[in-house]
């Protein structure tokens, strides 16, 4: 999700993957729209984890992730695109505060440090992951792609024990 406009941008800017021209403004629109979203996140997302816990707020997550992909793979317009990034960058922001705090709280105090530096791990491997798949397909067959893998955290760690 972080990663995902600097494949995309050549493409978009060219008018070969959308049906409505996008242009550097715009471009740069769809980029900080992201960031847009997560900064409105950051500080609901203490208040989510405490009513519906930890686990239960990291699944919540999914939701707008998928609103999000969903409206980047069938955006006909440019707002869809923008407003799809905001809604990623709603659970992006919610996801940097809950899972280090899910991951502290079950990590034993001797690995519990190991543990949390894996989460900034995986958001790099996460943006390398981006660039190298988006080098090679288009702009739509990216979004699904990042689309399945929330699915596919969900259906996983719904099966990590406790509660929700």
């Excluded at 995309?8 to 021209?21: E, Q, V, Y």
């Excluded at 709603?90 to 502290?104: D, E, M, N, R, T």
């Excluded at 894996?118 to 067959?141: E, P, R, S």
Aim: overall charge neutral.
């Amino acid at each position: 999700a972080l990663g995902w406009t600097s494949p995309a941008n050549p493409r978009m800017l060219n008018g070969t993957d959308f049906d409505f021209d996008i242009d550097e403004t715009d471009s740069s629109w769809v980029g900080s729209a992201l960031n847009l979203g997560a900064m409105f996140m950051c500080i609901p997302i203490g208040y989510i984890i405490n009513m519906i816990g930890r686990k239960g707020a990291l699944l919540a997550l999914i939701i707008p992730l998928m609103i999000g992909w969903v409206l980047l793979i069938t955006a006909q317009h440019l707002s869809m695109l923008i407003i799809g990034r905001v809604f990623i960058g709603i659970a992006c922001g919610g996801f940097c505060v809950a899972a280090p705090i899910f991951i502290g709280e079950i990590a034993q105090k001797e690995i519990r440090g190991i543990c949390g530096s894996f989460f900034q791990l995986m958001i790099t491997i996460g943006i390398l992951f981006v660039y190298a798949v988006g080098a090679g397909v288009n702009v739509m067959w990216l979004s699904i792609i990042c689309g399945i893998i929330p699915l596919v955290f969900g259906a996983v760690f719904s099966l990590v024990p406790g509660k929700l």
